[in-house]
């Protein structure tokens, strides 16, 4: 037996016996190297954003990128065609002028740096439950110039919600599935007061969309959002991806497997909103 695969073996045993142990040693692990890109990602990623890593076009254009994503691929990043379906909700959202972001489910921080590079002035609070993703996410905010402005914090709480949510609060939460517990306003009521861009997890709950949009149908305007094909895609951003060869700009649009949806909900307590 290879060195490797003994290392492998012992890796899965850990897993399934000791998984707290084994996340503790794996987070471990990675803050002690440097990460890479495989030469396929980084032959791509260098070919999207010559010199430097940066995202190249959508509502975070600029902003500058580290070589690793968190949950989602990299590349659609770098593009700016990642989640694209939420760009003009994401322009909307900015448009309203909010003063404090609640991101849950930062990863490492594609939404909370991009907004405050877009917003001036806009506080952050970054939640994360994975210690590998909380300091990929400051070193995102260092490299951008915005670290000052955001605060990273483990796990979301309805009793964190409370005390953070103000007037204009906008909350991005991408939760993996917490959503329907987390965003309850019965727990936390200044949830009617904030603006909402959820992630919809319905794997197991095909009810979710309309059980959140029943739930807050008194104090928001609420829109879905359903995914989209990215067949079409490529015409958006035909400029960023004529660098790539035929043959990679697939693999540089696609950032999931499965079709997801999100609402976008926008509170009719923010000032002067007209929501409703």
């Not at 037996?1 to 492998?8: N, V």
Request: aromatic residues 6%; positive net charge; charged residues 25%.
């Amino acid at each position: 037996m290879s060195r490797w695969r003994g290392f492998s073996r012992l890796g899965e045993r850990l897993r399934g016996r000791t998984p707290a142990l084994y996340l503790a040693l794996r987070n471990l692990s990675r803050l002690a190297r440097q990460e890479t890109l495989d030469p396929t990602w980084g032959r791509i990623a260098a070919a999207l954003s010559p010199g430097e890593l940066a995202v190249q076009a959508g509502p975070f254009a600029g902003m500058r990128y580290l070589p690793f994503a968190g949950g989602s691929g990299l590349l659609p990043k770098l593009v700016g065609s990642y989640e694209m379906e939420l760009h003009a909700a994401v322009a909307e959202s900015m448009a309203r002028r909010p003063v404090r972001l609640i991101n849950v489910g930062a990863a490492e921080g594609y939404y909370a740096v991009g907004y405050a590079l877009r917003v001036p002035a806009l506080e952050v609070h970054a939640f994360d439950v994975d210690v590998l993703a909380r300091q990929r996410l400051r070193e995102l905010g260092r490299l951008n110039g915005v670290a000052g402005r955001i605060h990273c914090h483990r796990e979301c709480d309805h009793r964190q919600l409370e005390d953070l949510i103000v007037a204009r609060t906008l909350i991005v939460c991408d939760c993996e599935g917490c959503e329907d517990r987390l965003l309850d306003a019965r727990l936390a009521p200044r949830l009617a007061q904030a603006d909402l861009m959820v992630e919809l997890h319905v794997e197991g709950r095909p009810a979710l969309a309309a059980a959140l949009r029943a739930r807050f149908a008194a104090t928001h305007s609420t829109t879905q959002v359903p995914m989209t094909s990215r067949d079409a895609v490529g015409a958006a951003f035909a400029g960023v991806l004529s660098r790539l060869a035929p043959e990679d700009r697939g693999l540089a649009l696609y950032e999931r497997d499965a079709p997801t949806a999100w609402l976008w909900l926008r509170s009719a307590a923010w000032p002067g909103s007209g929501a409703r």
